[in-house]
């Protein structure tokens, strides 16, 4: 009876030991998945004809509202029952949100956009309005915070924790000045068209256009892009393929937020956004500023002279980053005949890699032809970028047929500082990592002493028992 009470402390010390060995001063990042809100909000109407294009901007559309951190960004086209458009029907050729502040009780109309780019008349001396741009690298375009296309769907937009992007911080608003948001968004409605592809690739002859919609000539040699199907543009419809009124639809654009109200927990991450069109070239004195980025957004794919899977058209661009700092996400915008993208440092190492998702049948977000989803890029750790550092960008298309107005952007999400660590021990043992290590070591060293001891002491009694009952036998 002795010797399994014995045995029986001995084990249950030695599993206190194990326990205390096994202690120790792990640490995890602060989480705000708990406090994350959620909303839905539709955009203003879009009146739609077969072969119609709508492509208006917005403004004060409704947002959630306050300093608060943005999660997750999500959007989708429905009808006037709420339920999901196909692509094949109406193609979301994109659709941006960009936040902006507007003097108080002034209000913008589609007039003001894009054509004075971000300010329209003065009065006295501040614009009536300005807009709050992404971190950068483009100084003309490709402003916005949140944008996708025909992937929206199936992108995941989501920040990761600790991370948010800060929005409406009520130091940062001029005097006098409001907050609000503006959305563009470029529908074309492919019911009917001659060519669904021409159409959605904004291929110029299928527009009969031959001004952009500022009045200017389009050059002889631009075969399509945004120039072509600006709003209120008509694509070709087949004959007999008339746009009668019962075929008018109207449309909304359904987009969700996720969000936290901002505090100190939340670490906060800028939304950079580069493009494989950058003009920018490394010269003596640069600093990758955006002032010398001129961004021309959209190119074109020519089809190559074979054919074959080995058509593939690879364009790369090396940018100067402009910031110290951590990129915790990364995902491409590619446009039909997109078939991946890249984001890598000069040696060759990877960032991240962007792939499209095609679809393989009618319903929404399965749309077979067409990019239903992008991949996107979450690392184990935050990648490190130093200012001054050259990281590139690479594009590829198939070239078995020729592609308009396609597009290679990169969005990416930057912090400048890594969130603290908190212990996921009691309050009593939060303490330095190397307190909390040595005082462990410390009480296992005791631990273990006592252990040896009362061992020591169960041996030589257990040996004596047994020497008795040895003897009585």
Known sequence: MARCGGRSLISSLLLLLVALLTISPSHGFVKTEKKIKSASFLS??????????????????????GHVGIKGFDAEVVDQDGNPVPLHQTYLHHWVVQPYYVRKGFKLSQRDMPRNHGFSRHLGSKPDYILVRNGGLCRNTVRHFFGLGSETRKTSTR?????????????????GYEFKWLLNIHAIDT????????????????????????????????????????????????NGFDSVEEKTRTLYLKYTVRWVDWDS???????????????????????????????????????????????????????????????????????????????????????????????????????????VGMSSCYPDEPVKVTSGETLTLEFNYSSAVGHTGVMGLFYILVTQQLPEQESSLPALFQAHTKSVSFLSFLAAMVVVAVVVLIAAVVYRRQKREDGYQSLST
């Open 44 to 65: 203003p109407k879009l009146v739609m004809n077969p072969g119609s294009v709508a492509n208006p901007f917005l403004f004060d559309i409704d947002f959630p509202r």
């Open 159 to 175: 920040v990761p924790d600790p991370y948010a992007i800060e929005i409406d911080n009520p130091e940062e608003t001029p005097d």
């Open 265 to 371: 927990s939340v670490v906060p991450a800028k939304v950079y956004i580069l493009d494989v069109t950058d003009s920018w070239e490394p010269s003596q004195g640069s600093t990758g500023d955006s002032q010398e980025h001129f961004c021309h957004v959209e190119y074109e794919v020519k089809p190559c002279k074979t054919s074959g899977d080995g058509c593939v058209d690879v364009k790369k661009k090396s940018l100067m980053m402009p910031f110290n700092g951590y990129i915790v996400y990364g995902a491409a915008h590619q446009h039909a005949g997109g078939i991946g993208a890249a984001l890598y440092r000069e040696d060759g190492e990877g960032i991240c890699t962007s792939m499209p998702k095609y679809g393989n049948g009618d319903e929404p977000g399965n749309e077979a032809g067409y990019i």
């Open 191 to 238: 019911r009917g068209v001659v060519d669904k592809s021409g159409c959605t690739e904004c291929r110029c002859n299928l527009y009969n256009v031959t001004i952009d919609e500022y009045g200017r000539d389009i050059k002889p040699d631009y075969k399509g892009g945004l120039y072509c199907c600006y709003d209120k543009t008509q694509c070709l419809l087949r």
